[in-house]
């Protein structure tokens, strides 16, 4: 029924489409989502994880998965982020793949709505940790398609896997173009 309703607003109503798909042996990925220029991307993907009916999941500091908002987070795919002891982002990260049986990761690599020069690359050092496949996934609003790649595993050579995996964006436009991060490198 949700599903349904999902697919009649998004493409009926929002003329939106969904083009490529993630594998459902895929149990563990980090899915790099870019351009991210406005809050629309957030109902996008979950329009988006409603429809191709796969679990989608999201990280947050721990402060925000207290009552009373923590139960709806942990529903909406949202873990908890403890950084105890002497483990940084991409270890807290990577031990939350490793404690799952099942995990996909959504981030944006640009970490804001802002114009900037360069990407976080935590994205990528997650994967690495994790030993998980990297699939880009773009809001396209220029054709309003959300277009989902194939998956990469990351060859510990971020600058050269960057190249391959910004092929995937080029000529994407965001909801805001000038806020977009330049894939040209």
């Known amino acids: 029924m949700k599903k349904r309703f999902y697919k009649f607003i998004f493409f009926k109503l929002m003329n939106w489409k969904i083009e490529g798909t993630i594998?459902?042996?895929?149990?563990?990925?980090?899915?790099?989502?870019?351009?991210?220029?406005?809050?629309?991307?957030?109902?996008?993907g979950i329009f988006t994880r409603g429809i191709i009916d796969l679990e989608m999941n999201f990280i947050g500091k721990k402060e925000l998965f207290r009552f009373p908002f923590g139960f709806y987070f942990r529903w909406m795919g949202g873990a908890p982020i403890d950084r105890v002891g002497s483990l940084n982002k991409v270890e807290a990260i990577a031990k939350i793949f490793e404690k799952s049986d099942e995990f996909r990761l959504a981030i944006s690599p640009e970490g804001t709505r802002?114009?900037?020069?360069?990407?976080?690359?935590?994205?990528?050092?997650?994967?690495?940790?994790?030993?998980?496949?990297?699939?880009?996934?773009?809001?396209?609003?220029?054709?309003?398609?959300?277009?989902?790649?194939?998956?990469?595993?990351?060859?510990?050579?971020y600058n050269d896997d960057l190249k391959i995996l910004l092929k995937h964006f080029k000529g994407i436009i965001g909801k805001i173009p000038e806020k977009g991060f330049n894939t040209e490198l």
Do not use: Q
């Open 23 to 44: 594998d459902k042996s895929i149990m563990k990925c980090v899915l790099m989502i870019l351009p991210h220029t406005s809050w629309h991307d957030f109902y996008l």
């Open 114 to 157: 802002k114009k900037i020069s360069e990407l976080r690359t935590g994205f990528y050092y997650i994967a690495l940790k994790a030993n998980v496949p990297i699939i880009p996934v773009a809001f396209d609003f220029g054709k309003k398609t959300v277009n989902i790649g194939k998956p990469f595993y990351p060859t510990s050579n």
